[in-house]
């Protein structure tokens, strides 16, 4: 379901209190029953079911009549909780329209202090166990990993961001919360989308890159074509809940990977021959 800002802003004190509260029991229960949340909140039933009939609506909570009555919080829900609080700080006063979908992400402008980027992180039920697999740790807190996965994949790639800026051409850190991250906007274009003007000089200024964030004790273990933008001659690397400290054990496995597949793209795309013995000893020399 598409982010709805208004939904958002329509939400009612009582409404945030009911999914506030939702969100706090979900570390509990699977399935929250109407009893609890209305002594939770201290409202009367009659009030609670109203307001959760609302979330309903708005596709912010769920409902399940086996294994037995209860309610439980849904990605759209920690959405909205997410966009109040950073609206509420100030830090997002619009969102704007969606950029693009990952496998584990979605992405909207936003507009705060200047243009922002808001990146939901999205672990899902199916998406959590390669998730695992591929970053070695995932939390299983709960009755809900999704929504903690989510989080801390939001908070993984807030962490790589801090680290690496400014030093490192990364989007700036702005704020995180939950399962959102509020970064810069960077301009101009995914590297597998452009054509740069100097392959060369490009690749080159990639390798710097990725030197520098070797430098900073960070390997990026996702890097390709599809993490890189352009701008001119200028290239930022995007896309860090996956990265790895330096002093892991498969970090040099891994930053060689990450190396062979954008030398592999420079090759077949731009006909640049570059050894990735040259390529490991420029980041890591
Ligand atoms: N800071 C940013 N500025 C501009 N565009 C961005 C920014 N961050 C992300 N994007 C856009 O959103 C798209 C998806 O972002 P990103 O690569 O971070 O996540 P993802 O692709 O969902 O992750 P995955 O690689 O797991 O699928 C990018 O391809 C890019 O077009
Ligand atoms: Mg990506």
Known sequence: MPISAE?????????????????RLMKRYQWVPLEVL??????????????????????????EK????????????????ALHALSGKGTVNALGPFIGEGKESIVYEGLGLGRLVLKFHRIGQRSFQSARVKRGYMPEEGHVPWLFASAFSAEREFLALTKLHPRVSVPVPIERNRHVVVMSLIPGEILSRCTPGDPGAMLDAILLQVREAYRLGVVHAD??????????DRCFLIDWPQWMEVSHQNAGE??????????????????IEYPLSRALSEVTG
Do not use: C, W
């Not at 294994?67 to 909205?80: E, H, I, K, M």
């Not at 890097?223 to 001119?232: A, P, R, T």
């Open 7 to 23: 939904a958002v802003r329509d939400l009612q004190e009582n409404d945030l209190l009911v999914l506030h509260t939702l969100e």
């Open 38 to 63: 209305a002594r939770a909140t201290g409202k009367g039933e009659k009030e609670v079911s109203y307001r959760l009939t609302r979330l309903l609506r708005f596709g912010m909570a769920k409902y």
């Open 66 to 81: 086996v294994p037995y009555d209860g309610y439980s919080l849904v990605f759209t829900g920690f959405d909205a909780l």
């Open 223 to 232: 890097l390709s074509e599809f993490n890189v933008m352009i701008d001119g």
């Open 254 to 271: 891994i930053l060689e990977r990450d190396l062979r597949v954008i030398l592999l793209y420079f090759a077949r795309k731009f006909g």
